[in-house]
Nanobody, 119 residues
Framework: QVQLVESGGGLVQAGGSLRLSCAAS??????MGWFRQGPGKEREFVAA????????TYADSVKGRFTISRDNAKNTVYLQMNSLKPEDTAVYSC??????????????WGQGTQVTVSS
């Protein structure tokens, strides 16, 4: 069984930065991903990273602004978010078990953390 716990969300002004963390317990040799769901929107892919951290993928909407990374010694995946925009406002969830942009491919999910970007 894998449990994922996100942290680091909050309220930030446009142009600001936040770093989200996702701590995994149990087996952790997975690819990991971040997804988000804004108000009235469907869940969308943000970024993914493979087990070694050597391969990362990003949604076009966050490329160049967000960086996904992992520290396997701490069983933690991070999402550094810079130059935040109001449209980045969403509940951000981490997921484990794949490295693709398709939510249904991930068997494990965290509860999510709210990110609100004010204009």
């Amino acid at each position: 069984q894998v449990q994922l716990v996100e942290s680091g969300g909050g309220l930030v002004q446009a142009g600001g930065s936040l770093r989200l963390s996702c701590a995994a317990s149990g087996r952790s040799s997975f690819g990991m991903g971040w997804f988000r769901q804004g108000p009235g929107k469907e869940r969308e892919f943000v970024a993914a990273i493979n087990w070694s951290g050597g391969t990362t993928t990003y949604a076009d909407s966050v490329k160049g602004r967000f960086t996904i990374s992992r520290d396997n010694a701490k069983n933690t995946v991070y999402l550094q978010m810079n130059s935040l925009k109001p449209e980045d406002t969403a509940v951000y969830s981490c997921a484990a078990g794949a490295t693709v942009a398709v939510p249904s491919r991930y068997p494990y999910w965290g509860q999510g953390t709210q990110v609100t970007v004010s204009s």
